[in-house]
């Protein structure tokens, strides 16, 4: 008997010195705005000339945001830029309005941009992607951008799976098929990798 408890008196200080010497994982850093900030206009500063011409710090959806306005090169043509970047409850989200540099061709998406920024809405969304019709407009869910994004019916929109991005542009046949409004996000938690 005395031997048994020996054995299982030593098994118990193994377990006990294993689990003082094992660190509780650590919780990833939850990135700041600031941080999502840079993280965008590294990913921003790739394009070819890219300059940035203001930011300023604002609210959008009731959440603090970023506005900065820059252009930059395209294929040979210039083009402008509006960029927001949010701080959502779960992510952040990043959206830009592109046109090419020349006032008409730039104005002419930018009400249609100015309306989805209105009615924009963020959603606790799990699931897939849907998009309803309703009287001129249609209203698309993104669980993935945690948002309700409510564009004009003569849109379009395409996916970008890789870096989890929807992008819109007006009719083929219009001049708001040259300007984009795009969606997409930075992680909240920043890997320490």
């Given at each position: 008997m005395h031997k048994y408890q020996h054995i299982w008196t030593l098994g118990v200080m193994v377990l006990f010195l294993a689990s003082a010497c094992t660190k509780p994982p650590i919780p990833p850093k939850e990135r700041s705005l600031a941080e999502a900030r840079q993280k965008v206009l590294v990913l921003f500063s790739q394009l070819d000339g890219f300059e940035m011409e203001k930011q300023r710090e604002v609210g959008l959806l009731g959440r603090a945001a970023v506005r900065m306005e820059a252009h930059w090169n395209h294929a040979g043509q210039m083009r402008r830029g509006i960029i927001y970047v949010v701080d959502h409850p779960k992510l952040f989200n990043v959206i830009h309005y592109t046109a090419p540099d020349d006032n008409n061709l730039f104005e002419a998406g930018y009400p249609a941009f100015q309306t989805m920024l209105k009615d924009l809405e963020i959603i606790n969304g799990v699931g897939t992607l849907t998009v309803t019709e309703h009287e001129g407009h249609k209203l698309m869910r993104s669980p993935d951008l945690q948002l309700a994004i409510r564009y004009?019916?003569?849109?379009?929109?395409?996916?970008?799976?890789?870096?989890?991005?929807?992008?819109?542009?007006g009719p083929r046949e219009e001049p708001t098929w040259l300007t984009t409004v795009s969606f997409s996000i930075v992680d909240k938690w920043a890997d320490e990798s």
């Open positions: 004009p019916n003569d849109w379009v929109y395409s996916l970008d799976e890789l870096n989890r991005a929807v992008v819109f542009s």
